[in-house]
């Protein structure tokens, strides 16, 4: 995301992965699951295409799936959900 958002002037997405971190989880236990994408909205701020608000949503939906979180037992989504693959053969 950091070398994106410096590309193209997004200075709002260029964070540390601290930060990034800090940001996934204070909506982990929001019970508005869009509140994440909302916010990632609004620090993209104005754009010219959906396409380009989902290239953003995508690098930041990543960073969420990629952040241990306290509630799966500090394993990330991703790390979930490769176990799960593992065992069921997939």
């Known amino acids: ?3 994106e958002a410096k590309a193209e002037g997004h200075a709002n997405l260029i964070m540390t992965p601290a930060q990034w971190k800090k940001l996934v989880l204070s909506h982990v236990r929001s ?9 990632i909205i609004n620090l993209v701020g104005k754009v010219n295409s959906v396409d380009e608000i989902n ?3 995508g690098f930041a939906i990543n960073i ?3 952040t241990p979180q306290p509630d799966r037992g500090g394993k990330s989504p991703y790390e979930i959900s490769r176990e ?7």
């Open 31 to 39: 019970s508005q699951i869009n509140d994440f994408s909302k916010e």
């Open 64 to 66: 969420w799936n990629n």
């Open 84 to 90: 799960y693959d593992i065992q069921s053969g997939g």
């Open 55 to 57: 290239k953003w949503l």
């Open 1 to 3: 995301m950091t070398k």
